[in-house]
């Protein structure tokens, strides 16, 4: 839908004037959105931290772009999601604030009391 929208793989959508869904399953969102290849995403590590996620995508299940390189776009008004080990919901910025306010306000460095710090 839209002026030269061009959605060229099986189930694909391309919605926006000159957006381009080219994979099967894909979702092409906006003026001059294109989309690419989804992959599965199995962990995330934070430095020695190792967390499985919960709703792993594939390619095969497709992807919504939003935009493309250069032309990425934010996707505003989203309500809070659940923040759990199996959520597969979209989280908002308040929800990441509170994470990042409290990992701020939580002092995890190892103090030493005198000068020469041993195991």
């Given at each position: 839908?839209?002026?030269?929208?061009r959605?060229?793989?099986?189930?694909?959508?391309?919605?926006?004037?000159?957006?381009?869904?080219?994979?099967?399953n894909?979702?092409?969102?906006?003026?001059?959105?294109?989309?690419?290849?989804?992959?599965?995403?199995?962990?995330?590590?934070?430095?020695?931290?190792?967390?499985?996620?919960?709703?792993?995508?594939?390619?095969?299940?497709?992807?919504?772009?939003?935009?493309?390189?250069?032309?990425?776009?934010q996707?505003?008004?989203?309500?809070?999601?659940?923040?759990?080990?199996?959520?597969?919901?979209?989280?908002?910025?308040?929800?990441?604030?509170?994470?990042?306010?409290?990992?701020?306000?939580?002092?995890?460095?190892?103090?030493?009391?005198?000068?020469?710090?041993?195991?």
């Open positions: 839908m839209g002026l030269n929208a959605a060229t793989a099986d189930n694909a959508i391309a919605i926006g004037a000159d957006a381009t869904a080219s994979i099967a894909n979702v092409a969102l906006g003026r001059l959105s294109v989309d690419k290849a989804g992959m599965a995403v199995t962990t995330t590590t934070m430095g020695a931290i190792v967390g499985n996620n919960a709703g792993v995508g594939s390619a095969a299940n497709g992807v919504v772009s939003v935009g493309d390189a250069g032309r990425e776009r996707v505003v008004n989203v309500a809070a999601g659940a923040v759990t080990s199996t959520s597969t919901d979209a989280i908002n910025g308040s929800q990441l604030f509170v994470v990042g306010t409290a990992i701020a306000s939580t002092d995890t460095r190892r103090r030493c009391r005198s000068a020469y710090c041993g195991d």
